[in-house]
């Protein structure tokens, strides 16, 4: 059998796959890409990001979460919506992105395979074709952007319809009455409140006290109050021990001794690397934990000229920083005058109800560091636009360095948090001191202006600390 030639061959469409391939054909590399799945785009497109924000965005607005006692009027369509009505347009929003990387990938002039790919030696993948039969590509590099697939413990029956993996969840049938997430990290926390917000019971299990550490302390206490208040049981810390699927419902008993009797479950107790199909020691790699691959600060792996970028090297896999590792690998594989480094600082967007989104130093990490730090906050209560969009509990908190006051950290809970933090973000990408917001003139009204504000609290409560060191 023939084997085709090529300077790059990417293994995976999803945002670093698709961005990692573009960017060499951009520059005139011959390119392949090889694709298992029936569609482009990876989980970002399929199972995870855009399907999950936009089922959030739905439960909202069928649920009339955001109008409830606004308005003075009850704008639920919860005795209406159905099954149909909640995932209408999840996949209309599938739909257009499948057919957005489609077409950048056609646009590009990339070579796609349609299969399963594998490793034969560390420059030659095997790609068992859908149609039948296979081709044999040789690539001066290598990117894996395999993405991830859902951790399942033993202990649950993901055979049976009740029980749902993160994945599993988007084809769901019949609205439960209540449901169990077991895991309160990233993605078992949006989906907690997501259906929470359409009334369902839901109750939130993890053997964590705190919800989701990486956050800001104040920040994620904050987070698990509004949870709570929206009526989603914090079963934390405990864990399942076993579960039970009827044709009716699920039961589960905790380590605590607690019985829990819901209509359904969903795990999200973590994702592994998508690497158990790639023969990866034929390439002579070395794997991490959950079948993640190493890489170093370029993404390459232990074999140097093949890279890897996105969820299947692990934390933090964002759709967002998965784009950013393929193209900053790509870029020192081909030695592309480009792009360097990735962003020295990454944001963190957390679809819950309410938003969270963060980037930068927390008050834990800068103690950790030994920063000596001052604080500054504003709410949405005291902002014209957080009084008109009715988010009462909303607020900005910022971590300025006492000695020059530059912005280190950033962090937003509230409405569209995720787009609040940016501004932040800037500041700190450009190294900017409480200066920039106080002679910026935002726009009225408007949440930008948080920052004005949240800056002069930073520069009172400054002022107040060195008051009352020279008076002591």
Known sequence: MSIKDYDLVVIGSGPAGEKG??????FGK????????????????????????????????????RARGLYGVDLSLRREATVRDFLFREEQVVTAERERVTLNVERHGIDVFRGMGSFVDDHTVRVNLEEGGEELLRG?????????YPHRPEIYEF????????????QIQIMPRSLAVVGAGVIGSEYACLFSALDVEAHLIDGREELMGFLDDEISNSLKARMQKMGIEMIMPDSVESCAATDTDVTLKLTSGRELVVDAVLVASGRSGNTKNLNVDAAGLEMGRRGQLDVNDSYQTNVPHIYAAGDVIGFPALASTSMEQARLAMVHAFDLEYKKVVAPILPYGIYTIPEVSMAGESEESAKEKGIDYVIGKASYTNNARGMIIGDFDGFLKLLYRADDMKLIGVHVIGE?????VHIGLMAMMTESSSELFIRTCFNYPTLGELYKY??????????KRKGEDSDG
Do not use: C, W
Request: aromatic share 6%; glycine share 8%; proline share 4%.
């Open 21 to 26: 391939a573009a960017q060499v054909a951009y």
């Open 159 to 170: 055979d049976h319809p009740l029980v749902y993996d993160s994945d599993e969840i988007l």
């Open 454 to 463: 949240a800056t002069y609290d930073a520069m009172g409560n400054l002022a």
């Open 140 to 148: 001066e590099v290598i990117l894996v952007a395999t993405g991830s």
């Open 416 to 420: 569209i948090a995720s787009e609040v």
């Open 30 to 65: 011959k390119v392949a890409l090889v694709e298992k799945e029936p569609h482009f785009g990876g989980a970002a497109a399929n199972t995870g990001t855009l399907p999950s924000k936009t089922l959030r965005e739905t439960s909202i607005m069928l649920s009339g979460f």
